[in-house]
């Protein structure tokens, strides 16, 4: 074979290699992935689906309620951020979140989306990210056709729902249908948790730690939320005990009782019945630190443990 054919045959595989190189680079699996818009334990009570347009304002007013209340309920909440871009003026612009997908890359997409919420300019353009917010992405992206298909992705997957407006919230699969506000959002969350049997998610406390804790420089706050006729046969003796028998009490009520115990260890005494252990519950997904205890039994061994 001459020199001159086997310098055509290589460049003849040579460019093969690079068309296949650049075809695989312009068809590859769009850049982001659904995971990158999840945020929150995967064995969660609740789960938030938004379908919003973060260049539309009622959007951004939305996102803003379920960052704050997946920040006030971090163990039991899991959110879902999806595009659901609204038409203006016939076209579909989605220039924040090709912004947000860019913020994948550098592993920002929620701090960049937090900034965007509360920023004061509502509209974002990639190249002008890092000088409109500190947590931005970086200037160099993926092509911006890429960015689009994961947008395009989440659109098809709203329509297939019969989804068409955003903001639109799902929770745990249904339709929410009343206003997207902090406060309604909280009161949705609050009655599913209180919906759900707990008693597998909340943490034990045994007799002998318990008495540790009692002994230490910030004893906890007991709750005893039996029955007055449970508590009178024997009850734990605290330097802060409160008995408040679940069933005479509202969950909010209770919540709100004990507010300025916000902080401290909060250890719940029941008999195991659903009612008491979802009061439990409720308190820790309020931002208490609270254990369920165990062992009246073996509390009746250690000296001092019970109130006389």
């Known amino acids: 074979m001459s020199n001159r054919r086997r310098l055509f045959l290589s460049l003849g595989v040579f460019a093969v290699v690079i068309a296949s190189a650049l075809f695989l680079w ?31 304002e009622e959007s951004l007013e939305a996102t803003r309620a379920l960052l704050k209340l997946s920040e006030t309920f971090p163990l039991d909440l899991r959110v879902e951020y999806r595009y659901l871009p609204q038409s203006l ?28 919420v509360n920023s004061e300019a509502k509209l974002l353009v990639p190249r002008a990210a890092e000088r409109s917010l500190a947590s931005a992405p970086p200037a160099s992206c993926p092509p911006t056709r890429e960015l689009r298909a994961t947008v395009a992705a989440d659109e098809r997957e709203a329509r297939s729902r019969g989804l068409k407006r955003a903001p639109t919230l799902l929770v745990d699969g249904v339709r929410f249908n009343d206003q997207l506000t902090i406060a309604t959002l909280q009161q949705r969350v609050t009655e599913r948790l209180g919906a759900r049997d707990t008693s597998q998610y909340l943490p034990i406390m045994g007799a002998s730690d318990l008495w540790e804790q009692l002994n230490s420089p910030r004893p906890p706050v007991i709750l005893d939320v039996r029955s007055p006729e449970e508590f009178v046969k024997g009850h734990i003796q605290g330097v802060q005990l409160l008995s408040i028998p679940a069933a005479s009490v509202e969950p909010e009520a209770l919540a709100q009782a004990l507010t300025p115990f916000l902080g401290s260890l909060l250890v719940v005494v029941d008999s195991g019945s659903a009612a008491e252990q979802r009061i439990a519950f409720l308190l820790r997904a309020l931002g208490h630190s609270v254990f369920r205890f165990e062992g009246m039994g073996e509390a009746a061994k250690i000296p001092g443990l019970l109130a006389s």
Not at 27 to 44: D, E, K, M, Y
């Open 89 to 116: 003026l016939g076209v579909r612009v989605a220039k924040n979140a090709l912004v947000l997908e860019c913020a994948i890359f550098s592993g920002k997409f929620w701090s960049t989306l937090a900034a965007l």
């Open 26 to 56: 312009f068809w590859r699996t769009p850049a982001g992935n659904p995971s990158n818009h999840v945020r929150g334990p995967l064995n969660a009570l609740v789960v938030l689906t938004l379908y919003a347009d973060p260049d539309d």
